[in-house]
């Protein structure tokens, strides 16, 4: 017997297309940029940035909100400029489409690199929502010498979705593949595990938790964050090396990607205990990033709070 096709996912509703994640302002923008000169840039930068920032209104204060928990000075004005950013990090995004070559790399750290190559451990890559984290991977992935799976969730609507997919597939190739978390967290967490004992390693995003996934609470430095648990138990459970890797745009077409020194599971039975050391080499290493470049960091979900009160 025959099983039913599935059937196609729902269009996403009118209001949802347009906005920070929707198709339509996307299309917009990469409709511009075939037709911009490069000397125009700044202006359609400035333009859609302010446009999109003010229709995603709620994204934008729950930005300022985190950036507030933080202890960001004036985080209202710093949200502002994460749109600046992310408008800047897509044009960026959409011309290396055209030409990969055009993105100019610089690296910091990339001692802890080459010890965790020599170390023959599997290797689960940390990193945040900052900078152009598709083109990032497809660049490392071509040096790290082992395929590199990173995963991502999916766009909130169907139109999205499809055009983030043929996106990719131009970074994509050998050395790079990615892999969508769609909520089947314990089928997804075998797959990770296959992957990373073929040797090939794994990149999440560790700085925030999206509804539908698991996640856990964690109080640091007076701030309760809410992490996604797929960053911090899948290296305990796989006893792989965790490597913390930041991306921040410091120019026109000009990145720059830190590597910190690696951070190894501790060998106990006792999970909290692995999970504990994790989380607490990864979240000052997160903060502090956040702190020096408050406006390169796009999360547009709050999740961050406490009660520290703003120095502005």
Request: hydrophobic residues 45%; proline residues 7%; contains cysteine.
């Amino acid at each position: 017997m025959e099983s039913a096709a599935a059937a196609p996912p729902a269009s996403a509703p009118a209001a949802s297309r347009w906005g920070l994640r929707g198709d339509i302002s996307w299309r917009l923008l990469r409709a511009a940029v075939r037709g911009c000169p490069w000397y125009l840039e700044r202006t359609l930068i400035f333009f859609w940035a302010g446009l999109i920032g003010l229709v995603a209104h709620g994204p934008r204060r729950a930005l300022a909100a985190n950036l507030r928990t933080l202890g960001v000075r004036h985080p209202t004005f710093a949200a502002w400029r994460a749109f600046l950013e992310i408008g800047a990090v897509s044009v960026d995004s959409l011309r290396a489409q055209q030409d990969p070559n055009v993105l100019q790399w610089q690296v910091e750290g990339r001692e802890h690199l080459e010890t965790v190559q020599r170390s023959g451990r599997p290797v689960v890559v940390w990193t945040a929502h900052m900078g152009s984290y598709d083109a990032a991977a497809a660049f490392f992935a071509h040096r790290i010498g082992a395929r590199l799976h990173a995963v991502r969730k999916p766009e909130q609507n169907s139109e999205m979705q499809a055009i983030r997919e043929r996106d990719l597939r131009s970074h994509e190739g050998e050395h790079f593949v990615t892999i969508y978390n769609k909520g089947e967290e314990e089928t997804l967490g075998v797959e990770l595990m296959r992957v990373l004992k073929q040797g090939s390693w794994v990149a999440l995003q560790a700085d925030r938790a999206l509804p539908g996934l698991s996640t856990f609470p964690w109080v640091h430095e007076g701030c309760e964050w809410t992490l996604p648990r797929g960053p911090f138990f899948l290296p305990m459970v796989a006893q792989a090396m965790c490597l913390p890797v930041f991306v921040r745009r410091t120019g026109s077409r000009q990145y720059r990607v830190t590597f910190h020194p690696p951070v190894t599971p501790l060998a106990t039975r006792d999970r909290n205990a692995a999970v504990q050391g994790l989380v607490e080499a990864w979240l000052p290493l997160l903060k502090q990033t956040i702190l020096a470049h408050p406006e390169q960091w796009f999360v547009f979900e709050h999740f961050v709070k406490g009660s520290i009160p703003n120095p502005s």
